[in-house]
């Protein structure tokens, strides 16, 4: 059983509805709870993206590393390719 709104529950008191203001309050009460429960799980996800983006960025940076490592190793090669075959 959801806690109800005290407001909304006395709002259809007072509107001239005290058979039905019970369960209305109770069931907007229950909507309530789920937008909440809706809110901490976007909040969750929210968390894991931010998570998998820090890792997205740690792995862009190895990546430049990478591939700053392939292109001088890619000069040197060509560099020694040139002498190797001057000399030939």
Avoid: W
Wanted: hydrophobic letters at 50%; aromatic letters at 4%; charged letters at 20%.
């Amino acid at each position: 059983m959801a806690i109800m709104p005290s407001k909304t529950y006395d709002a259809l008191i007072c509107a001239g509805a005290p058979d039905k203001a019970r369960d209305a309050a109770e069931e907007l009460a229950d909507y309530e709870n789920r937008l909440a429960s809706i809110d901490n799980q976007l909040a969750v996800i929210n968390g894991r993206f931010l998570a998998v983006e820090g890792r997205l960025g740690a792995l862009e940076g190895k990546l430049n590393v990478a591939i700053s490592a392939t292109g001088i190793n890619a000069a040197a090669a060509i560099a020694t390719l040139r002498v190797l075959l001057r000399h030939a």
